[in-house]
């Protein structure tokens, strides 16, 4: 066993000590070499034509100067700093530390003098810069030999880079890079669009030209990645830019957004791989949220589902406007669990409570309502599979149409306010089970909006890029193990939207809700699967076919090759934002309808062989292929 003494000098830094050490006799050097060199540049290097009057002071003060000089190092930090990452402000207290050094100088000269003056006065000069010189180089010298020997040993195996964008956050890029001892990165080219930077060099990087030299530079100087540093850029500049950069065969990385800049956060472990949506062709959709959510501020709000994709972007959202509680109900106890962390993190004071249970639980539904009472419910709890729910179709109806009755009837018992079902544009003319669920529900909160205070109503917009489920996550991941990339179809088409983007509308149209509504989110051009598929290998660094092959497997059951948002009997009416419109609801025979959802849940329970004759009968836009 050690004792504390022998503990304590285990661990005392031998190395620091010997640094600083080195540091101190190499700066009494360094004086006393300013204190005899200032005179002799003063007399052109000639010994003898030194007066002895001037020779003196310099030499009887000495010793106090050497010690002055010491104690502004230390008072500076000049003992202290890490010099293989010194920066700016290193530099500048380094610059103030000699400034002083040499007033202080000045000062003891004075009290040694021997005639009028004690040296001529260009020597304070002189004696400066020669302290300064001497002082610097032994600071950054380390950090430049070891920058060069990193660059040696790296100089086999380092990746090309080219940067896009000569402005601020491609300076801080490049400055970073070129300083980091661990980056394998060379940086061979600059490219930006602004004329008056052509030619011009930052930090010894030349900006070659604009955007029609991209392919060129690429194979003059034997480009690896690119990175996109224009966080300011507009999306569709970027879009431009990309469908050039994607024809190189390089990969692709860019800085999320400006608000980097603003942080002081750019760096190179901010560079994200480009994204798919970086070429959709559309500026984000902005909402803000800060005039709709009022609603929301000091209510107490439940998100079923709020583990999921959509669910937790809810909560995240909604934490944001001081909910006075803020209840996650999940079946899935693994994201609950992340989410509570992370809200618990991002945000201390919100009143959070997270609960396990399933809408398909009458009892555990009735008892979360009857003790929280929530004012707004966003019912985001749904199975979203279609072709997972096409062998389970029994399921798919439990969960999705009686666990939204089950929610929607204790929201209705216990005095709700607001009730916002997240529904999908799979409701429209469904060909699949799980569409064809989505409108029985809507069918149902339309339904209970007539019949109770509470305010019903239903939000239906298209996909969602990188929700679980989504293509992209597939896509990445086939990429990753080398592929092939598997579509369904090349002609299939959908439309995407960002979680945050569809989050933020689904919470605006619940401010607009009066009851009874299906809003339905303008997502913007469809997009086709193939293309992204493609674009998404060249984002890569792959070449289609050659390094990752598609692979077409046909369309999975219950699949469409498009989708619709709307029915054509519900017609579309405008709302303050022209991203949301209002579908007229559908009239329907509700005595009728109640009769075949009890026909529909005792066929769920008992496990029937084929349940879809029966929806068919709820919603007569169902068609499916007979087995």
């Not at 991209?214 to 469908?243: H, N, Q, W």
């Not at 990385?253 to 070429?279: C, F, H, I, M, W």
């Not at 001081?322 to 999940?330: E, M, Q, T, Y």
């Not at 051009?525 to 290998?537: F, S």
Request: charged share 20%; hydrophobic share 40%.
């Amino acid at each position: 066993m050690q004792t504390n003494k022998e503990r304590k000098k285990s661990k005392f830094n031998y190395a620091l000590l010997y640094r600083r050490t080195f540091l101190v006799i190499y700066d009494i050097i360094s004086v006393v070499t300013a204190g005899f060199l200032a005179l002799v540049l003063r007399y052109e290097f000639s010994l003898n034509a030194i007066p002895s009057e001037f020779l003196l002071p310099v030499r009887n003060s000495m010793i106090i100067n050497i010690l002055l000089t010491l104690a502004v190092f230390y008072i500076f930090r000049m003992y202290h700093s890490l010099w293989a990452f010194a920066g700016e402000t290193e530099m500048q207290n380094l610059t103030v530390a000699c400034f002083v050094s040499s007033l202080l100088n000045a000062g003891v000269l004075y009290l040694f003098k021997v005639g009028s003056q004690p040296v001529p006065n260009s020597y304070y000069f002189f004696y400066f810069f020669l302290l300064l010189m001497l002082i610097f180089t032994s600071r950054f010298s380390y950090r430049f030999l070891r920058s060069k020997k990193h660059k040696q040993q790296n100089k086999n195996n380092s990746t090309s880079v080219m940067i896009i964008g000569a402005g601020e956050a491609g300076n801080t890029m490049i400055k970073e890079i070129l300083s980091s001892n661990y980056s394998t990165m060379v940086i061979r080219c600059i490219i930006d669009d602004d004329k008056s930077k052509w030619g011009q060099f930052i930090q010894g990087i030349k900006v070659v030209g604009g955007r029609d030299k991209i392919i060129e530079s690429v194979d003059l100087y034997g480009i690896d990645e690119i990175f996109l540093t224009m966080p300011s850029a507009s999306r569709t500049t970027i879009r431009e830019i990309l469908e050039i950069c994607k024809e190189t065969n390089c990969k692709l990385r860019s800085l999320p957004g400006l608000y980097q800049l603003a942080n002081g956060e750019v760096n190179v472990s901010k560079l994200r791989d480009v994204e798919v949506e970086d070429l959709l062709g559309r500026e984000p959709i902005r909402v803000d949220l800060d005039s709709i959510l009022g609603y929301v501020q000091n209510k107490v709000v439940l998100v079923t589902g709020g583990g999921g994709s959509i669910g937790s972007e809810l909560c995240r959202q909604i934490a944001t406007h001081k909910p006075s509680k803020l209840i996650i109900l999940d079946i899935y106890e693994n994201n609950a669990y992340d989410l509570q962390q992370e809200l618990k993190e991002r945000f201390p004071e919100l009143n959070l409570v997270v609960l396990i249970g399933s809408v398909r639980n009458t009892n555990r539904i009735n008892a979360v309502f009857e003790m929280h009472k929530p004012d707004i419910v966003y019912h985001a709890a749904a199975h979203k599979h279609v072709p997972l729910m096409e062998e389970s179709p029994n399921e798919a109806v439990k969960n999705n149409v009686f666990g939204t009755w089950k929610t929607a009837m204790a929201a209705a018992q216990n005095g709700t306010k607001k009730f916002v079902m997240i529904s999908t544009d799979k409701a429209v003319n469904p060909t699949n089970i799980m569409g064809a669920s989505k409108r029985i529900c809507e069918m149902i909160v339309q339904t209970f909006n007539r019949h109770y205070e509470t305010e019903f109503v239903a939000v239906r917009f298209g996909n969602v890029l990188g929700s679980n489920g989504s293509v992209i996550p597939l896509f990445k991941k086939q990429i990753a193990a080398g592929g092939p990339v598997t579509v369904t179809h090349p002609d299939i088409i959908r439309y995407f939207m960002t979680i945050p983007e569809a989050v933020s509308l689904v919470l605006q149209a619940g401010a607009y809700a009066k009851g009874g509504e299906i809003f339905v989110l303008d997502m913007g051009e469809p997009v086709r699967i193939l293309d992204l598929a493609k674009n998404l290998i060249r984002l890569s660094g792959y070449k289609v076919d050659e390094d990752i092959k598609i692979v077409f497997t046909g369309l999975r059951p219950g699949e469409k090759l498009y989708e619709e948002l709307l029915m054509d009997e519900e017609g579309m009416q405008d709302t303050e934002n022209k991203l949301i419109h209002i579908g007229r609801p559908i009239e329907l025979d509700e005595t009728l309808f109640f009769k075949q959802l009890k026909g529909l849940e005792a066929a769920s329970k008992s496990e029937c062989a084929d349940i879809r004759p029966l929806i068919k009968e709820i919603v007569p836009t169902y068609t499916y292929k007979e087995n």
